[in-house]
């Protein structure tokens, strides 16, 4: 990004710090998401809910960015320092963003239920206590890929209602505008 050093109350350290967190948090997901694929990634269940915990973490701080995002424009725009490029009306276009940014905050919200609910499930899941040299992956092992089949299990979570529909399930907060 380029900086116009013209415009008052612009500081390019600070920006540039501002810019540099956002390109860490970008790197930071890649390389987990690398990390997580290798195959000594995951060594146990509870690998699995520390990722959870830091991913649950860092969506939940995700909707106070935003609401500061869209505050930050909302306050550059009523001081007057805002233009569009195509001269388009700066009030439909910073509502767009702001719907735009509620309807993250509420995916977000979404996201943060749906990794605690991933977190409880697997929360008394450990792996099993091997004896010395049995855990160890033999090297033509390590090399197969991981399947990649759902596991079935042998009877289903819920049994279907005696209407004969299925139930609709909703994994979400049920209550309106959760997350705002």
Same mark, same amino acid.
């Given at each position: ?19 540099? /967190? ?6 930071? &997901?890649?390389?987990? @998401? ?37 505050? /930050? ?14 001269? %388009? ?14 309807? %993250? ?15 409880? &499930?697997? =929360? ?16 033509? %092992? ?20 005696? @209407?004969?529909?299925?139930? &609709?399930?909703? /994994?979400? =907060? ?7």
């Amino acid at each position: 990004m380029t900086y116009d050093h013209t415009q008052v109350g612009r500081n390019p350290q600070t920006e540039y710090e501002t810019e540099q /967190f956002a390109e860490d948090l970008e790197r930071a &997901a890649r390389s987990l @998401s690398r990390a997580v694929g290798q195959p000594s990634g995951l060594a146990s269940p509870a690998t699995v809910y520390a990722v959870l915990d830091a991913v649950h973490a860092a969506t939940s701080g995700l909707d106070s960015l935003l609401v500061q995002l869209e505050r /930050f424009l909302v306050r550059q725009h009523a001081d007057g320092h805002l233009i569009h490029d195509y001269g %388009a009306p700066l009030d439909e276009t910073l509502d767009d963003f702001g719907r735009a940014v509620l309807h %993250a905050r509420h995916l977000g919200a979404g996201c943060g239920e749906a990794l605690d609910q991933a977190r409880a &499930a697997i =929360n008394h899941v450990h792996s099993r206590v091997l004896p010395p040299g049995d855990g160890v992956t033999p090297p033509h %092992a390590a090399a197969e890929p991981a399947p990649t089949a759902v596991l079935r299990r042998a009877e289903p979570r819920a049994r279907q209602p005696e @209407s004969g529909r299925p139930r &609709a399930r909703w /994994f979400g =907060n049920s209550r309106k505008g959760a997350g705002a």
